[in-house]
Nanobody, 127 residues
Framework: QVQLVESGGGSVQTGGSLRLSCAAS????????VGWFRQAPGKEREFVAA????????YYADFVEGRYTISRDNAKNTVYLQMNNLKPEDAAVYYC????????????????????WGQGTLVTVSS
C-alpha cells in the first residue's frame, strides 16, 4: 500500500508560480503512474497531468497550454507539479493519485477512479 501526501499549495497572483509536491510513503512510486487532478468549487474533478514514475513519460490536459511541468525525484520518492503563469481559473484543490495497473499517463487521464489518492492541497489565484 502506498500513501500520498500533497503539499505546496498557496495563494498567488495571476501570472505567479507554485510547485506542488506529492510524496509517497509505505511504498515507492517505482511501479506507479502518478497523476494530478484538480477540483474547483462547485465543479467536477478534472485531470491535470500524469507521469509514469519509472519511465518518465508524461501527459498533460489541453488547458495546461505548456504552463505546467510534471516531474519526479527518485531519491525523494516524490512527484512535482510546477505551475507557471497561473490564471484565476487554475484555482482549485489539487489532488495526487497513483495506480500501478496503468502504464500510460494518457490512459490514466481517462480514469476517474484510481487506486490511491492524497488529501489535496489548495491553490488560489487572485487577479
Amino acid at each position: 500500500q502506498v500513501q500520498l501526501v500533497e503539499s505546496g499549495g498557496g495563494s498567488v497572483q495571476t501570472g505567479g508560480s507554485l510547485r506542488l509536491s506529492c510524496a509517497a510513503s509505505g511504498q515507492t512510486f517505482s511501479s506507479y503512474t502518478v497523476g494530478w487532478f484538480r477540483q474547483a468549487p462547485g465543479k467536477e474533478r478534472e485531470f491535470v497531468a500524469a507521469i509514469n514514475f519509472s519511465r518518465g513519460t508524461t501527459y498533460y490536459a489541453d488547458f495546461v497550454e505548456g504552463r505546467y511541468t510534471i516531474s519526479r525525484d527518485n531519491a525523494k520518492n516524490t512527484v512535482y507539479l510546477q505551475m507557471n503563469n497561473l490564471k484565476p481559473e487554475d484555482a482549485a484543490v489539487y489532488y495526487c493519485a497513483a495506480d500501478d495497473a496503468i502504464i500510460s499517463p494518457k490512459v490514466l487521464a481517462t480514469f476517474r477512479y484510481l487506486d490511491h489518492w492524497g488529501q489535496g492541497t489548495l491553490v488560489t489565484v487572485s487577479s
